[in-house]
């Protein structure tokens, strides 16, 4: 082959790399483009309301999942989950909720998934504040448990039932961590506030124990306990231990009224066992 002919057939295959890549480069720019443009998925059938605290001078999101038929059927009321740390578990707890109605293990729920308004809120810090019953050196603003429960009951609820059709008589409250401390403190400083609790994880260690000695201050004041409470933890976190303690505590005391189940979601540790065990938690709560 000649000179002149290798070189024209060169130029030929640079040219088409050439073009070829000019394409590319131009289709990817058009997806970028149209990604840009392309809405978010919702959940749907949720709304979201904000709301400013009088009582913990915070400012709430507040994710609200209505039942399918909610619209349709304007005379029903509904039950109504109120979820701590809705940043995280709202979306988890849509699909459980999903599942579980469909199958007729449980009646359709509203939920009410609580978390922090503002641009980029700091959950971690926030919550520790929120849902914690004493304050301690190591986490600023901490110990603000009371305030945040009277921003449920004087501020939330209201705000719930005067805007959606809920059944006052079934509220239920849940949460994780810090947020599952919260419910036992919310059970045993006014249990009748919500007719049923999970409490998942509960930092019951927390505070040198804090919540050992709330719950013994109320053995000693009551004989009664009319919840139902599902308390779980995870095998393999290092909760188990304080948790299981703590579920033996509860037994000992044997509080008349009191439903309790409890659970060690195996093969789980902190986080991970909150599928099964919100799963297991609303059959619970939620099953007459």
Wanted: charge should be neutral.
């Amino acid at each position: 082959m000649g000179k002149k002919q290798t070189a024209s057939k060169l130029f030929l295959i640079t040219n088409c790399i050439v073009f070829c890549l000019m394409i590319n480069a131009s289709a990817q720019e058009k997806v970028k483009a149209s990604n840009a443009s392309l809405p978010e998925v919702p959940i749907l059938g949720s709304q979201l309301r904000t709301i400013e605290s009088v009582n913990t001078d915070r400012t709430y999101d507040i994710y609200i999942r209505r039942p399918s038929n909610y619209q349709s059927d304007k005379k029903h009321t509904y039950p109504v989950l109120y979820l701590l740390d809705g940043q995280w578990d709202f979306k988890l707890l849509d699909s459980i909720i999903g599942g579980l109605y469909y199958d007729k293990f449980v009646p359709d729920i509203i939920v009410v998934g609580i978390t922090y308004s503002g641009d980029n809120p700091d959950y971690e810090a926030l919550r520790a504040m929120d849902y914690t019953q004493v304050s301690v050196r190591s986490i600023s603003g901490s110990g603000d448990a009371a305030k945040f429960l009277s921003f449920l009951k004087e501020e939330l609820f209201p705000f719930m039932e005067a805007n959606y059709r809920t059944d006052t008589s079934r509220r239920m409250l849940m949460g994780s961590s810090f947020g599952g401390l919260f419910t036992l403190y919310a059970m045993l400083t006014e249990p009748d506030l919500f007719s049923g609790y999970v409490a998942a994880s509960p930092a019951v260690s927390y505070a040198n124990g804090a919540m050992f000695d709330q719950e013994a201050e109320y053995a000693k004041q009551h004989q009664e306990l009319p919840v139902k409470l599902y308390l779980l933890v995870g095998e393999l976190e290092g909760l188990n231990k304080p948790v299981k303690k703590f579920m033996e505590v509860l037994k000992e005391h044997d509080y008349k009224g009191l439903e309790m189940k409890t659970q060690i979601v195996q093969g789980e540790g902190h986080a991970s066992n909150k599928p099964e065990g919100y799963n297991r938690g609303l059959r619970f709560i939620l099953q007459k």
